[in-house]
């Protein structure tokens, strides 16, 4: 029976938290571990937590700071102990007990390389009645990632060789966690499996930290300042970061995409490499045209 490791982070989740859990637990065919880092709530997350870890051993749990969603799941892979595969889990939504093995088998085949599964979202409301399915929806590489996250986190599971090459670097700037080790994992020439199924029922409600409903205005807005306000360009620090943790693991197609975006801001060869390149587009001409604009305005 494989080993799973779930990793959990939690900020203020009492109202839902336990069901979540007895979904982890309730996982078929496998075996289950569930790490928890609770990211400073003040409600009564906490109790709950550790009066479930005292009837359940396969529960360890550990107390941080708060630092947001992207730092306390990477803490999580950083703390995480051994075990054949690792999945990231919210502290809402209710997993449907194959979940686990049902990414298992998409990706057991490719064990001895870096493997990462993602799948589609079962939409619904405080009452778990089912509002819509979200499909992974994107551009299935590398350059199609760095243009665009199109993985949930939630959805993830990824491989022992996988959770290993994260740990070596943990990075100082993020976004998101499921972004980055999506990133990671093409960069390297890993196997990405996309499945249009979903077994994990996506809890939306008024006090999700990160949702599938979010205001689109209040994201153009946070986007501004991130990138014009701060003056930040997100891509190249990512980019940077993917240099400095993982060059060695790099692909030739890889190494070329980050330098150029590295780069692009101060060398003109670079950015035209990036506007030009067929390969540095989405389905979406909407999108490629942001992502243009953004790049001549070195904002990308």
């Known amino acids: 029976m494989e080993k799973v490791q779930v990793l959990m982070s939690t900020y203020n989740g009492e109202r839902y938290l336990k069901q979540q859990i007895e979904s982890i637990l309730n996982q078929e065919k496998v075996e289950i571990s569930l790490l928890i880092r609770d990211d400073g709530s003040t409600d009564t997350t906490i109790e709950i937590i550790k009066e479930m870890s005292k009837t359940n051993k396969n529960i360890s749990f550990y107390i941080g700071e708060n630092i947001g969603p992207a730092k306390s799941f990477m803490d999580l892979i950083k703390n995480s102990k051994e075990a054949d595969y690792y999945a990231f889990s919210d502290q809402d939504d209710v997993w449907e007990n194959k979940k686990i093995i049902s990414a298992i088998n998409k990706i057991q085949e490719k064990q001895e390389e870096p493997s990462l599964y993602i799948s589609a979202l079962k939409v619904v409301n405080e009452n778990l009645n089912e509002m819509s399915i979200k499909k992974v929806i994107g551009n299935f ?11 949930t986190g939630c959805t993830q599971v990824f491989n022992k060789k996988l959770c290993e090459i994260l740990k070596e670097h943990m990075p100082n700037y993020i976004i998101m966690h499921d972004s980055w080790i999506t990133r990671v994992c093409y960069a390297i020439g890993g196997n990405v499996v996309i499945d249009d199924n979903s077994y994990i029922k996506y809890r939306q409600h008024s006090n999700n930290v990160v949702g599938y409903k979010d205001n689109p205005i209040k994201k153009l807005k946070k986007q501004y300042e991130i990138s014009v306000e701060n003056n930040i360009s997100m891509r190249a620090n990512i980019a940077e970061e993917l240099k400095n943790g993982y060059e060695k693991y790099l692909t030739k197609g890889a190494k070329q995409v980050i330098e150029n975006l590295i780069k692009y801001r101060t060398d003109e060869k670079a950015k035209r ?4 390149n067929k390969k540095f587009r989405t389905k979406s001409s909407y999108l490629n045209i942001k992502m243009l604009i953004a790049i001549k305005l070195n904002k990308f």
């Open 141 to 151: 590489t590398f350059e199609g990632e760095m243009i665009k996250n199109f993985a």
């Open 273 to 276: 490499w990036l506007i030009h």
